[in-house]
């Protein structure tokens, strides 16, 4: 790949839109022939070059005649070269997530942020003896299933707890400050209470918000969500008024103008008017909100809660919490990526606004019981209170010690089989070496440590997260963007052989754009164009080892024009009351087969959901699933 035209660095969008050589194509500059530095129009470039790019004037009819994975990929990588860059991702993969590999489990169902890796369930058994022969081998590596921590009961109130906080362990108080660091929350500003899961955080929230002085709750969200359906009803419990943004039909965006009324109010006093709930984006569409929303209601007397569930990892670096600072914030946790989706909910107080709250139960709030390590423990160590030894982390070592870890693949990936393109020779600076920045980035951190005092008890190595902040926010938004961007484009070329191009998938919400989440809502449709269940879909898909989910869109609102379309496409979740009932509007929606792409996502990954669905071209597809299910002495799945 030849350099960059040094007089061509300055005409590059900041933010990294342009990722792609087709931007600096003629048809992306003007008149006169200068080229373009707008943002919108880099983005606006990357939608329709996506989609003119990739399979052009391409159909698929048949599972059958879908590019094979390495073919699928040199294109791939043709329309997103950078996408080579990111390979470190594939390298903490194969690395520290070998069960992805040995069980050929693609993992599309998972939100949140993890805490660990597969490799530290690990524990080698090496056999005790004085022999140091070199024909003596170590015993094979043992899976251990250890948790790392359990959760229990914290009892006391909540307003208490945050005005005066309580006894915790060193494990709690470590992990605690591990997170804060990790989404670049201050504990000047906010405080942080371990809950038993995303709900029970939304729940404590709505127990403890002043809803006598503050009526209103103002949610916006486009699918059903356990943890929202449990605020709104603690919250109208204790005399709130629950309200809801609604989003247009078939794009589903914002209906701004309904939400900018709601906000708005009627009253011009600055009175708090209530609780406003902003998840940044939908995580089951993908769609994105504009932050500008939270200025909105900050200025109008509304509180915020901005629910960081749906963001990637090192997102919240990138969200501007400085200039908005919400009220609460809410991100969950699990513990291990594609093995352990256990974990617990934290939510994040400002301390300002404790004086506000309510005196409520703590029914939700955990504490975190250390059980088994998976670090060094000094020999005088006890219970939850463990004094550990200052000393390096394993991943830290590992990854100071490798010169080859964020290095630019040369050859063929030996996990995937993928054929990646050499990437521009490095710089032989010894400074500017990837190995010596890792070193000086991890000394420097290390410094921190010390300085803040926190290894005095407890060191705790929490290596996803360590391998996020490696690998940065950038690189990671980068590589989902690329991803998502073409599992999309693809989905959309498979149509119904002989039926005059019918379209197998449904999607909805975003398409093909620049900044789309990394989730996509989608459903497959029949030759007929009935729908397949979406739950059928994803037993299917589990068959298949490719774990999805499926979730309710629903507050949709449809234009005039849509009318016809509205009542074809929404049913009721449940089958009760009456048209006019609110609460069967409330039930009217759309159910979705869903997919979400975690940092480790590949484009195996992406491939194989796409050969999954391609497979439903095939009319008796299904029928022959369910004899060969039945054959093998199995379940029968019910349709």
Partial sequence: MPSPDPNEASHKCPQGCCPSPFFNSPASQG??????????????????ETASSIFPNTQFTNH????????????????????????????????EYSHLIASDHTCLDYIGIGLFSYSQLQRLDVSKTQDSSPSISKAPPEYSDFPLFSISSRTGNIKTLLLHGGPESAFESALRKRIMSFLNVSDNDYFMLFTANRTAAFKLVAESYPFQACRKLLTVYDHESEAIETMISSSEKRGAKAMSAEFKWSRLRIQSAKLRKMIAGRRKKKKK??????????????????????????????????DACALGPKEMDSFG???????FIICPFYKVFGENPSGFGCLFVKKSVISILEDSSSAGIVNLVAERQPFQVSDDSSGTDIKLEKKPSRLQEELASSSSFFSKITKVGESSGLQRTKAPEESKSPKSSASEEMHDAIESQQERKAKDGEDEYLDIECRCLDQVDLLGPILITNRARYLINWLVNSLLKLKHPKTEGVPLVKIYGPKIKFDRGPALAFNVFDWK????????????????????????LHHIWFA???????????????????????????????????????????????????????????????????????ALNQKTIEI
């Fill in 560 to 630: 005039d024009k849509y009318a016809e379309e509205k009542r074809r496409v929404q049913h009721t979740k449940e089958s009760r009351g009456q048209e006019g009932n609110k609460k069967y509007r409330d039930n009217l929606g759309i159910t979705v087969v869903t997919a979400a792409l975690g940092f480790l996502a590949n484009f195996e990954d992406m491939h194989k959901l796409w050969a999954f669905v391609a497979r439903f071209l095939d009319a008796d597809f299904v029928e022959k699933e369910r004899w060969r299910y039945t």
């Fill in 64 to 95: 059958e005649s879908l590019p094979s994975l390495q073919d699928s990929f040199s294109e791939f990588i043709k329309v997103y070269p950078q996408y080579s860059e990111t390979e470190q991702v594939d390298q903490v993969r194969a690395k």
């Fill in 529 to 552: 164009g009935e729908k397949v269940e979406p739950v059928l879909v994803q037993r299917l898909a589990d068959r298949s080892n490719i774990s999805l989910s499926y979730g309710f």
């Fill in 31 to 48: 008149e006169l022939g200068k080229p373009r530095n707008s943002c919108a129009e880099c983005r606006h470039r990357f939608a329709t």
């Fill in 321 to 327: 919490l400085s200039l908005f600072r919400p009220d």
């Fill in 273 to 306: 008017r209530g609780l406003f709930v902003f998840p940044i984006h939908s995580r089951v569409t993908g769609a994105r909100y504009p932050y500008l929303w939270m200025s909105i209601a900050q200025e109008n007397g509304w509180h915020v809660l901005v």
